[in-house]
């Protein structure tokens, strides 16, 4: 059988995990890999030479696909956009770079006949791209939906079983090499964005910008939103959407979101714990779909990664197989809604002075600002300070956020300690 030769740049959690399936695969030939530092100890050992000139794979003719599994922005997007330069087929785990910079490296992969392949660039182990892209192609997509950072799960996961707060779970987090020493990409929302920077592009066909996503972490998530989340029936989770507002208009905005979520706990969402990742992809013909498993990790992700090679090797027997592979995707970024007229129902958590006609004027207020109350349930009364938890019905963003400016300007309230979206089906 004819070998494909590979060259792969990055030799760390991800890069291991293919050098130990690609051992099994012998007619796929990784014949260079380049790392940034030669002295370091390693958990896999390849047969094949190592390197620090990452020109050595790039400007090798031999070399047919780069596998790009090194991460961040650059200098990844200038070797990925020097690999297709020379026609070479691109295999990358890289959220980052595609969700920053997929329309040029689609359109340029496009010009020069070859392809990119990432599966590993969402939901580690999930086959997700390929199941949007071909398994479900005869379908308009309404909304693809997800748990898709581990972290946040595990931590929150933690959180509430444990009853530990934030920055105790974090520490643990770091300390099981689940959380980065910075883990602001994760906890910040920044990976979901890129990650629905993706989908959206598989799903509608348009990139969006990650900073027009809407976004926020899991910092301010407390013990005591958990514990009252699930007395009202709910689980958090830092949940990522990506929607079609207007599916008659192929330009039409997209709501892009990721926030925390209060999630009905008998929602398949809810019971997705620890590490794992889940996603609901809503396709017209065939309904919802929901697909669950690691989101990570050095096996999974190479799982998708060695996927992918796989899928190219078949498709280069083909003649011009690149269009079928090559998603369809525009080279204009997509507009986004604003996130004020978006609806769902709202958890709050006030924190107020327990005097007299707190309620009522609470109560006058959303009724200004058409919100109406769900559930209002007093709690904690202590040093003349009360804690209020109120569930609304449907409202816009806008008008809860006009009602509770409008509630910081009374005297009674301390607080807004938590404002948190509750989950609403596509
Ligand atoms: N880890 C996961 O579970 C996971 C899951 C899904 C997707 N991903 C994605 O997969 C990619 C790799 O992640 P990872 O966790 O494997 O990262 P990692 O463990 O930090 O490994 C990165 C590798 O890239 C090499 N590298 C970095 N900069 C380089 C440069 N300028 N030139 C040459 N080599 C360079 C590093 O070399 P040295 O070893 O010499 O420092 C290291 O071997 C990222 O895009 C990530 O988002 C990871």
Known sequence: MARVVLGMIGLGTVGSGVVQLL?????????????????????????????????????DPEIEVLVEVMGGEEPALTYIRRALEKRKHVVTANKEVLAKHGPSLFQLAREKGV???????????????STIQRGLGANQFAAVTGILNGTTNFILSN?????????????????????????????????????????????????VKPEDIYREGIRNITPDDLALAK????RIKLVGTARNTD?????GALAVRVH?????????????????????VNGDA????????PGAGSLPTASAVVGDIINLESALKLPDFASYFQPSITSEWSKTASPDDWTSPYFLRLSVKDTPGVIGTIGTIFGEHKISIQSIIQRGVADRRATIVILTHDVRSGNMEAALADLKKCEFLDSVASAIRIYKAA
């Open 260 to 280: 925390p979520t209060l999630v009905p706990l008998a929602h398949p969402l809810a019971a997705v714990s620890g590490s794992s990742n889940c996603i609901l």
């Open 286 to 293: 065939v309904g919802e779909i929901i697909m669950v498993g």
């Open 159 to 207: 959180m509430e079983e444990k009853g530990l707060s934030y920055d105790s779970v974090l520490a643990e987090a770091q300390r099981l090499g689940f959380a980065e020493a910075d883990p602001s990409a994760d906890v910040d929302g920044h990976d979901v964005a890129y990650k629905l920077s993706i989908l959206a592009a598989l799903s509608f066909q348009r990139f």
């Open 115 to 129: 392809t990119i392949f990432f599966e590993a660039s969402v939901a580690g182990g999930i086959p997700l791209i």
């Open 247 to 251: 599916p008659k208009n192929k330009a």
């Open 23 to 59: 051992a099994q695969h012998k007619h796929l030939q990784l014949k260079k890999i380049a790392v940034r530092d030669l002295q370091k100890e390693r958990a896999a050992n390849p047969t094949c030479p190592i390197t620090e000139n990452v020109s050595e794979i790039i400007d």
């Open 231 to 234: 007395e009202f029936g709910y």
